[in-house]
């Protein structure tokens, strides 16, 4: 395999994503650019400029929407091929990954301020919102977008389960054997709590 390298940020290249088709590469720059590039010529389609550094980025499946994560603790989505834009601002620090469902209805956002931030694709209407322990450093959607999945800096993967729309999420944390499963029904939260080992089920 022939690597092809993708040259024009003038500063690190920090997050990236690839259209579904294959076609495109977007990728976000702590320049403060956000660069679309033609995978098979590998020349530059498009370029947005931005006055904070770009931290993380989801590409919707729609081929429509980009959403942006900033140093600033903005997320800005806006259409790629007209001028519409809109910026949300849920966040109180660094937005550090962002991920679009497969169905490109809603995305969701996590940061340095320890919150998932669940958005209606493209306005932004807050679908639901989790604070974690720690800074949420990373997350994924499943393919049938069932569940949600973060990373944080705590060591714990924390997996989302929803429901119809969004108004149900079951949240399971999972650390050192233990899985701490809250059932949340518009963000009022019943504590559960299980263990691997004894397999009881006990409620607080």
């Known amino acids: 395999m022939l690597p092809r390298q993708f040259q024009g940020h003038t500063d690190g290249a920090s997050c990236i994503d690839i259209s579904n088709d294959g076609t495109k590469l977007w990728t976000g720059g702590l320049d403060n650019t956000v660069r679309c590039w033609d995978l098979r010529e590998g020349r530059q389609l498009q370029q947005h400029d931005f ?6 980025l989801g590409y919707c499946p729609t081929g429509e929407w980009l959403a942006v994560g900033m140093e600033s603790s903005n997320v800005e989505v806006l259409h790629v091929s007209k001028p519409d834009k809109y910026q949300l601002h849920l966040h109180e620090s660094c937005v550090l990954s962002l991920k679009f469902a497969y169905c ?5 956002s996590t940061g340095k301020d320890n919150l998932l931030n669940a958005w209606r694709t493209p306005y932004g209407s807050s679908i ?5 322990s720690s800074s949420v450093l990373s997350c994924d959607i499943s393919p049938d977008d069932q569940f949600i999945v973060t990373g944080s800096g705590d060591k714990k993967a924390t997996v989302y389960e929803h429901e119809h729309d969004l108004n149900i999420f079951f949240d399971t944390s999972i650390e050192a054997g233990f899985c701490n499963i809250h059932n949340i029904i518009s963000l009022f939260a019943t504590h559960w709590s299980m ?4 397999g009881k089920l006990n409620e607080h």
Do not use: A, D, H, L
């Open 51 to 56: 006055t904070s550094q770009i931290f993380s």
């Open 195 to 198: 263990s691997y080992n004894t």
């Open 104 to 108: 490109g209805k809603w995305f969701v």
């Open 128 to 132: 639901f919102q989790s604070k974690e």
